[in-house]
């Protein structure tokens, strides 16, 4: 990782979580924040750190492009993967990547981070020392036709 040490994103991100268990947790999750899409940075672990909110149209197509990728690729019957600091009022939600879950807790001795920050707070920069696979990239630069940096 990155981040500052005792920055106030730093707390945040390693603060309490609520883990959204159920997919109709996530889909109610998801109807919060599109109620209200302003002020959402969102941040791919690896990529560059956003500088701005995202626009209201592209939270809105990163939610759907989320949402269809982790019910297609996490076969399992609840959803288990995303965490959100509070699931009335969320403020800072993470997604981790189906593909690249590794241990969360930290039990292996080694904290796997999310792959996707969707926070109202500016992030900042994260690295996962395991290298994220070309074809995710693509894949999340293609959702907002970003340019590798």
Same mark, same amino acid.
């Given at each position: 990782?990155?981040?500052?040490?005792?920055?106030l994103?730093?707390?945040? *991100?390693?603060? /309490?979580f609520?883990?959204?268990?159920s997919?109709?947790q996530?889909?109610? *999750?998801?109807?919060v924040?599109?109620?209200?899409? +302003?002020?959402w $940075?969102? $941040?791919?672990?690896?990529?560059p750190?956003?500088?701005?909110?995202e626009g209201?149209?592209? *939270?809105?197509?990163?939610?759907?492009?989320?949402? +269809?990728?982790?019910?297609?690729?996490?076969?399992?019957? $609840?959803?288990?993967?995303? $965490?959100?600091?509070?699931?009335?009022? %969320?403020?800072?939600?993470?997604?981790?990547? %189906?593909?690249?879950?590794?241990?969360?807790?930290?039990?292996?001795?080694?904290?796997?981070? @999310?792959?996707?920050l969707i926070?109202?707070?500016p %992030? +900042?920069?994260?690295?996962d020392p395991? @290298?994220? /696979? +070309?074809?995710?990239?693509?894949?999340?630069?293609?959702?907002?036709?970003?340019?590798?940096?």
């Open positions: 990782m990155s981040v500052v040490e005792g920055s994103f730093q707390a945040r *991100l390693t603060g /309490p609520s883990g959204i268990v997919w109709n996530l889909t109610e *999750l998801w109807s924040v599109r109620a209200s899409p +302003e002020g $940075y969102v $941040y791919a672990i690896g990529e750190v956003p500088i701005a909110p209201h149209e592209n *939270l809105l197509r990163l939610i759907d492009k989320i949402d +269809e990728l982790l019910r297609r690729e996490h076969r399992e019957d $609840y959803c288990g993967i995303v $965490y959100a600091d509070d699931k009335v009022s %969320p403020t800072f939600i993470k997604v981790f990547d %189906p593909h690249n879950l590794g241990s969360s807790c930290g039990s292996s001795g080694m904290k796997t981070l @999310p792959g996707w926070t109202r707070m %992030p +900042e920069p994260l690295e395991r @290298p994220l /696979p +070309e074809g995710r990239k693509r894949w999340w630069r293609g959702l907002f036709q970003r340019q590798p940096a």
